[in-house]
């Protein structure tokens, strides 16, 4: 089993944009935000994955990770 690996403050960073300037945009509360950001969401709409998609200018690829776990965890 693994998990996701949420990368949005890379994107962030490249984009010189703020997470409270993202959250306006994609029209979710600063709170949900972080959320995603620090990988803690249990689930995230397909639409927000697509406006994330559009406003930061990139693939879903780029925002999310697959990480396999080691075997000795």
Do not use: W
Not at 4 to 25: C, G, H, P, Q
Not at 37 to 64: H, M, R, W, Y
């Amino acid at each position: 089993m693994g998990h996701l690996v949420f990368n949005i403050d890379v994107m962030l960073a490249k984009r010189k944009m703020s997470v409270t300037e993202l959250a306006n945009r994609v029209g979710i509360t600063l709170a949900n935000m972080s959320i995603l950001k620090n990988g803690k969401a249990k689930a995230i709409k397909v639409s927000t994955i697509e406006s994330l998609c559009e406003i930061l200018d990139c693939q879903p690829g780029d925002l999310f990770e697959y990480v396999k776990d080691s075997e000795e965890e």
